[in-house]
């Protein structure tokens, strides 16, 4: 089994910054993509940005140019730098991991750190 847990949210003002860390532990063989996803009350899950074992980042439109995700393979953790933070950034944050075993593939979620940006 494998647990993905968040910390670094809270509240911050528009325009402030906050630093998401992710950290997985557990029986790991090997962590194809790790990333970030968020949802809002009465909204759906959307991804926020994802990092490949390899260091290839995506970014979803809303937070190119103000997020930056970043990975440690070795210690098998996943930061999120948010940047000039606005209200509708306001969301909990969920940790992903997809890991590939053998032909089998399987996505765990972490618990999910609040962010909220003040009005």
């Known amino acids: 089994q494998v647990q993905l847990v968040e910390s670094g949210g809270g509240l911050v003002q528009p325009g402030g910054s906050l630093r998401l860390s992710c950290a997985a532990s557990g029986s790991i063989f090997s962590i194809e993509g790790m990333g970030w996803h968020r949802q809002a009350p009465g909204k759906q899950r959307e991804l926020v940005a994802t990092v490949t074992r390899s260091g290839r980042t995506n970014y979803a439109d809303s937070v190119k140019g103000r997020f930056t995700i970043s990975r440690d393979n070795a210690k098998n953790t996943v930061h999120l730098q948010m940047n000039s933070l606005k209200p509708e950034d306001t969301a909990v944050y969920y940790c992903?991991?997809?890991?590939?075993?053998?032909?089998?593939?399987?996505?765990?979620w972490g618990q999910g750190t609040q962010v909220t940006v003040s009005s």
């Open positions: 992903n991991a997809h890991i590939v075993v053998v032909t089998t593939s399987y996505d765990y």
